[in-house]
């Protein structure tokens, strides 16, 4: 069972060096519908949805097109998502768009037909993040979300080198930028009032250590724009000793549209060089106040989901041979201790004989609304998927379902991939 254990520190090195150059990028989080009856999976770039109650699968072709960032809509009828026309050869990105398809019917329309992808992602100083395709950093650095009413879309485009946030109204007006000119953001995220949008913001100048001979670090804050337009407000400033966690996951909203809950990645301590020796930290960010922190989750880099106040997670074990597990472990308030939900092996994962999973491929955890359910989507490079639903009862056995996508031909070679994951 050598194999998860040299995609673990494969892992673990390619985590690194993204914490170090700070570069943007999340998991979608529209996997769940809001009613926690149905999934919206991109397996492969091929777009389905899963009821959980019957087990069905439903398959919704993009022909000639790679899906990503997938969202449902808050009635739970229709889901927005990127498209991508890719080159096969070279993975480059011919065409990009941001569509809404209507569950019930099956039909696909274009809301904003040219949407800017991100530059090959490169860090100053020469070093060049081969780690990564050019389709596989796209969800990295384009999210999408939902107005409350369902009626507009906020969306990442890059127009020019840097991202910025963009809204798409669903009843034909043209999409415009929320920001100034030389104003970015990312991460993009709509108050359940409708009356704000938070982001992530990378100053592009900024740059902590300018004198360093490694990658420079890009320092990220959290703002928040009206809708209506205007300035925008810095919730958490660049001057922060820790740091807002550049792979995410999103910042959440409270209920009640005046704070958000946002992961840190724990300040530096004296003698200890290796960030992986720090921890994430969950705050509460309130829009007029100071932040509080509520929890904290061990090491920088857990695979972890936040909603409504819990934290889902799991870090690779350390043990090698057929004794490797990855515990699935769920934080809540008043967060004085997690407990293990599920305990994945080798065998739970259906590991199939000769394969392994890919760095980027590692199972990501997605809390359902209701709170009773963990989702981790499964993908072995040329081999089967699957889907894990975990119950968050502890003793529950977990479903295991096989995702219908094929497989990429055996002959295939595919360019080195990166983790889509948060930080």
Known sequence: MKEPRVALRILAAVLTVLFLTALAGCRPDGIWSGDSSRLALVVRGQLLTYEVKTGAFRKFPQPGKQVFGQQWSPNGRQIAFYRAVVAPKNEEVSALDVAVLDVASGKTRVIAPKVSPPLEPKTEGGLNLNVTSRIDFLPHESTLCWKPDGRQIVFTNH???????????LGGAAPRRLLPDGKVGHYPVWSPDGKWIAYHMSPPESRTDPNSEGPKDRPTTLEVVSVEGGESRTLWDITNKLRLAPMGPLPEWAPDSKSLAVIAAEEKQEGQPDPSER??????TPLDGTPSRLAMVPGPFPFMDVRNGRIAYLFPDETDGPKQALPVQLLAPPYESSRTIATL?????SQPKGKSMKADNLPIPSLSPDGKWVALPVVFENGPAYLLLVSTESGKPVRRVTIPVQAPASNVNPAPRRRKTNG
């Open 159 to 169: 127009d020019g080198k840097e991202p910025a946030p963009w809204n798409a109204d």
């Open 345 to 349: 092996t080798p065998t739970t994962l």
């Open 279 to 284: 921890r994430c930290e969950l705050w509460k």
